[in-house]
């Protein structure tokens, strides 16, 4: 019987792969937009197109600092203080609160990670978002320390008006991850395999050693198939409701709802013969009990 190569470690995906990150965004997002409504009584299409231009900036949806940033805010930023205290910080609470209740792994995922490591297998997250976003997802999801590395894209500095609650938290580490993480530069998005590449050189590892885990077909599977790594599609995270996508492309950037959402409704899908329909079914792949043959030639290269 055709033997599994020894895997001695699986990368992963963070977004909607470990857990859904439409279900979270999108709820919290209209809560704080919400929120900004209701203390500034400015139009909504003005505060969701401001908000919009600072999240293209910084190709991420999380970033923390958008009000303070966007121009339209910017003649309450006078007084910063009563600004931060009658603005900012009810519009934080509200995203807050959707998110606690909002953002979780999709089931299975914690244990399954644990399982991963009881094994004896390294365990390494691999993601596009930013450092900082990043590791406050492993902290709010409950997930840090479950990984042995956290490979990121570059994080951003606290903008120079800032609440000094947080400054001082920032400086006391409040928002770091336990998990110890590597930035890697811009370039390295996905599909590039820069920071698969990486990972493989860090931990000492073959290509073929590794399963990776992602649930874009078209940016997290070229990354494995690079590095001669098999690559295991999340099938489940490609699946977000017809009205949440419709909701998404109102607040989100669209470059960021691109990263995220892979495929727009309409376009045939892209695939890959190895897809699970639950994180659960790692474990299955490890054990050589899901498997799908590679081509022939492509085999061989992978040796
Ligand atoms: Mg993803």
């Given at each position: ?44 299409i ?12 910084y ?14 805010f ?24 959707a ?18 490591r ?62 110890p ?55 489940y ?13 109102v ?36 054990d ?16």
């Open positions: 019987m055709a033997r599994v190569p020894r895997l001695r470690a699986v990368v992963t995906d963070l977004d909607n792969t470990l857990y859904p990150w439409v279900d979270y965004v999108v709820p919290s997002l209209e809560a704080m937009v919400d929120s900004l409504v209701a203390t500034t009584a400015l139009p909504r003005r505060i969701v197109q401001a908000l919009k231009a600072v999240y293209t900036t190709e991420s949806n999380e970033y923390p600092f958008a009000i303070q940033e966007s121009a339209l910017a003649p309450y930023a006078a007084d910063f203080d009563s600004f931060n205290e009658l603005v900012i910080r009810p519009a934080a609470r509200a995203f807050k609160a998110r606690e209740r909002y953002l979780r792994p999709y089931p299975g995922v914690v244990e399954t990670l644990d399982a991963i009881t094994r004896g297998l390294k365990l390494v997250a691999l993601t596009d978002a930013p450092r900082n976003a990043a590791e406050l997802r492993l902290k709010w999801l409950g997930l840090d320390g479950h990984f042995d590395a956290l490979y990121t894209l570059p994080g951003y500095p606290l903008p120079e008006h800032v609440d000094p609650r947080i400054r001082r938290r920032e400086a006391e580490g409040h928002y770091r991850s336990r998990t993480v590597v930035e890697l530069p811009r370039e390295a998005e996905k599909p590039s395999a820069d920071g698969l590449r990486r990972v493989l050189a860090d931990f000492g590892l073959g290509g073929g050693e590794v399963v990776y885990v992602g649930d874009n077909a078209q940016k997290d599977m070229p990354v494995a198939e690079a590095c001669g790594a098999l690559g295991v599609w999340a099938e995270g490609t699946y977000v409701s017809a009205e949440y996508r419709e909701r998404l492309a607040i989100s950037a669209a470059a960021v709802t691109r990263r995220h959402v892979a495929e727009e409704p309409g376009r045939r899908p892209a695939r890959w013969p190895l897809a699970i329909s639950s994180f659960r079914q790692v474990l299955d792949v490890l050589g009990r899901r498997w799908a043959r590679p081509p022939a030639r492509r085999r061989r290269r992978r040796r």
